[in-house]
């Protein structure tokens, strides 16, 4: 049977979706992060080296990373669901469930550090430094990646139901989550109709919506 090591607020929440939709039973391993750090237990590092979620155990086969999980189960369990059979929808397909963690999620990660960088308790004397610093940074190139980003998002969602066919693939459960930040967080607002509209999509699915059970309530914070 398929294991999920399920770290809270994580990831591995888009995994447990994945699951629900192909119809494969699973078992999910809880894990908490670290009350002071927020990182993940070192009990993770017994199942993957890197510590980190999500991971799958699967007999004897572990899994890591989103992509490659998403691809595994895919593979092994979808007999045609979530996977697309057009030239052109697997070019899509490929783009879009590289592109997730390959080029939204690193500027959306860098605001996150930044803003705390901003609001973290510091000596008065390095806080003006620190938001300067980080004002910068968000201004000319965090920023300026983010909004060109979504753009690019926006426009292609104006015109697609889904990223990769008509129907919902493992590219879709591999965008759902640098998404959902965008638009739980104001990020991605009124201006980015066609996401928030992609997003109560997602939402609106009995499988995410047994996952979110399944694996608990979480945050982008």
């Known amino acids: 049977m398929v294991v999920v090591h399920h770290l809270e607020n994580s990831r591995s929440q888009r995994i447990l979706w994945a699951l ?3 119809g494969v039973p699973y078992e999910v391993k809880r894990y908490e992060r670290n009350k002071k750090t927020s990182l993940a237990p070192d009990s993770l590092k017994k199942v993957h080296p890197l510590g980190k979620s999500p991971v799958i155990t699967d007999g004897d086969i572990t899994v890591a990373e989103s992509g490659a999980i998403i691809e595994y189960l ?3 369990y979808g007999d045609g669901l979530l996977a697309v059979n057009e030239e052109d ?10 592109f997730a963690e390959g080029s939204l999620m690193p500027p959306l990660l860098l605001k996150l550090v930044f803003d705390k960088v901003r609001k973290s308790p510091m000596p008065f004397f ?7 610093i980080s004002g910068k940074v968000m201004k000319s190139f965090v920023g300026p990646n983010i909004k060109n980003n979504l753009a690019f998002i926006e426009d292609y969602l104006a015109t697609h139901e889904w990223f990769a066919d008509n129907k919902l693939t493992g590219a879709d459960i591999q ?6 930040a965008t638009v739980a967080s104001g990020v991605a607002d009124q201006q980015y109709p066609s996401i928030i509209a992609y997003v ?13 059970t399944v694996g608990g309530p979480y945050d982008y914070a």
């Open 126 to 132: 390095a806080k003006p430094i620190a938001k300067s």
């Open 175 to 180: 965008m759902s989550f640098p998404l959902e």
């Open 89 to 98: 929808q697997l070019r899509a397909y490929q783009y879009w469930l590289h």
């Open 20 to 22: 629900e939709e192909l």
């Open 200 to 212: 109560k999509r997602i939402h609106a699915r009995s499988g995410y919506q047994k996952a979110l």
């Open 74 to 76: 895919v593979g092994r």
